[in-house]
Nanobody, 124 residues
Framework: QVQLVESGGGLVQAGGSLRLSCAAS????????MGWFRQAPGKEREFVAT????????YYADSVKGRFIISRDNAKNTVYLQMYSLKPEDTAVYYC?????????????????WGQGTQVTVSS
């Protein structure tokens, strides 16, 4: 069992930056793929980024590629999402997810464990 707790959300102006963190409990964290998803009001949950258990492999949604960076520190059981050049359309609740690698990597059902989410609001 893995429990995930996100933090770092908040209100930021367009063009600003935020770093989200996701702290995980459980000894299996270092063996799991981690992902970030987001859900805006009235919209479906969408994939943002994913990182392999070792950190060597990352993949991003086209909408955030070049602006967001996913990373992990297995010694700290934490995964991060560094967000730059934020846009109002990035406003959403951001969720951390974990699980053994399953395909498609961009699909929410491919992840077994989820955090409660953290709100990111980007003002124009």
């Amino acid at each position: 069992q893995v429990q995930l707790v996100e933090s770092g959300g908040g209100l930021v102006q367009a063009g600003g930056s935020l770093r989200l963190s996701c702290a995980a409990s459980g000894r299996t964290f270092s063996t799991y793929r981690m992902g970030w998803f987001r859900q805006a009001p009235g919209k479906e949950r969408e994939f943002v980024a994913t990182i392999s258990w070792s950190g060597a492999g990352t993949y991003y949604a086209d909408s955030v590629k070049g602006r967001f960076i996913i990373s992990r520190d297995n010694a700290k059981n934490t995964v991060y999402l560094q967000m730059y050049s934020l846009k109002p359309e990035d406003t959403a609740v951001y969720y951390c997810a974990a699980g053994p690698t399953k395909y498609p990597l961009t699909g929410a059902p491919s992840y077994d464990y989820w955090g409660q989410g953290t709100q990111v609001t980007v003002s124009s």
